[in-house]
């Protein structure tokens, strides 16, 4: 389990595309949260989802305490998208997957290390 997102602009919500995504990004035994959204039932990997529909947010499926069915940490992080993205008022499409690319680096980065910052000091003198 490697802990991060592959986030994707694909071109519809169709069952075969979010299906083909999830199968090319993640390994056969990743487990996938989702909520009811028709399109999600044929997706090949363990699968639990909530239903919002039913004002489900989140559930314990193992009865071991813990709330671990649910979708929060990705609809936060859409969220947290659609906030950046608001200042723009509207964002081409043809330049939305690199603004989505961006929003993946930064869930990824875990932390800003002294080595991120000298590289990033780096390509920008060498770019002025």
């Known amino acids: 389990?490697?802990?991060?997102?592959?986030?994707?602009?694909?071109?519809?919500?169709?069952?075969?595309?979010?299906?083909?995504?999830?199968?090319?990004?993640?390994?056969?035994?990743t487990h996938v949260y989702t909520d009811e959204y028709d399109s999600y039932v044929t997706i090949e990997r363990p699968h639990t989802t909530v239903c919002h529909a039913a004002r489900e947010w989140a559930r314990d499926a193992d009865g071991d305490g813990t709330r671990e069915a649910h979708t929060n940490t990705c609809e936060g992080m859409w969220a947290s998208l659609r906030t950046y993205l608001r200042v723009f008022r509207g964002v081409h499409k043809r330049y939305l997957s690199g603004d989505v690319a961006m929003q993946e680096f930064r869930v990824n980065l875990k932390a800003v290390s002294e080595l991120?910052?000298?590289?990033?000091?780096?390509?920008?003198y060498l770019y002025c």
């Open 1 to 29: 389990m490697s802990g991060q997102v592959r986030l994707r602009v694909v071109m519809d919500t169709k069952q075969t595309t979010l299906r083909a995504h999830v199968e090319q990004v993640t390994g056969p035994g």
């Open 116 to 124: 991120f910052v000298a590289a990033l000091v780096t390509v920008h």
